[in-house]
């Protein structure tokens, strides 16, 4: 427990540039990108699970798709603040997680990082209920435990920053995506227009929001990673 909890010492600068420049080549070209997205996809819908869990609402179910969509299903009442939380929860889900963990990183935080991130995701595993959602969630929680376990302090914090730069990256992405989406007709169940007939506010106004949330978890978990 306590080297859980303990502080490990920050790698070097180069180290931690290098590990942005991995993440950001995982999300840029587009054939990385289809592969990499389903991790976004597992924060995205897990976002979703964890926010209605904290509101009180009942999740049924959480599937994952191999063209990296999603769907989670809660139960609970259709309107109110329960659910435009748990709706607002998707796109904005990857960004913060990736703010926590550069908050935690700048605390020397490694080992805690990646014990949390296992828990979350076994957690999530016990709701996801197809063989491609279960394949994923155990990949990535078999990488993280494996990690965890077999590798050392440093291993382990070039892991761990490769990770959070990657959602912070990552996060920014599909609101784009789903901008274009939407300019060209499609999406028309979106979060977005979920939450513009939950709220009676225009849809784009939400996809600002998320536009808003990335970037502003990316500059601010960036400087944390960075330390400046």
């Not at 028309?188 to 970037?215: C, K, Y």
Request: charged share 10%; aromatic share 8%; glycine share 12%.
């Amino acid at each position: 427990m306590t080297e859980v909890l303990g502080s490990q010492p920050a790698p070097a600068q180069w180290i931690v540039i290098a590990t942005a420049v991995v993440a950001l080549a995982a999300v840029l070209p587009r054939p990385l990108w289809r592969l990499s997205r389903n991790a976004v996809t597992i924060a995205h819908e897990g976002g979703h699970g964890l926010v209605a869990l904290a509101t009180g609402r009942r999740l049924e179910s959480i599937r994952l798709h191999s063209d990296t969509s999603g769907l989670t299903v809660t139960r609970g009442r259709p309107t109110g603040l329960g659910m435009i939380l748990t709706a607002a929860a998707g796109y904005t889900a990857a960004p913060l997680l990736g703010l926590g963990g550069a908050a935690l990183l700048g605390a020397g935080r490694v080992t805690l990082l990646l014990w949390l991130a296992t828990a979350l995701l076994v957690a999530m595993l016990v709701m996801v209920r197809n063989a491609y959602g279960i394949f994923t969630v155990l990949l990535a929680g078999g990488a993280f435990l494996l990690v965890s376990w077999l590798t050392g302090p440093d291993v382990q914090a070039v892991f761990a920053y490769a990770v959070v730069w990657f959602l912070l990256l990552g996060g920014v992405r599909p609101a784009f995506e789903l901008q274009a989406k939407r300019r060209h007709g499609g999406a028309p169940d979106s979060d977005a227009d979920q939450l513009g007939r939950l709220t009676h506010v225009h849809p784009t106004v939400w996809l600002l929001f998320f536009h808003a949330v990335s970037i502003c978890a990316l500059i601010g978990g960036g400087r944390w990673l960075l330390g400046v």
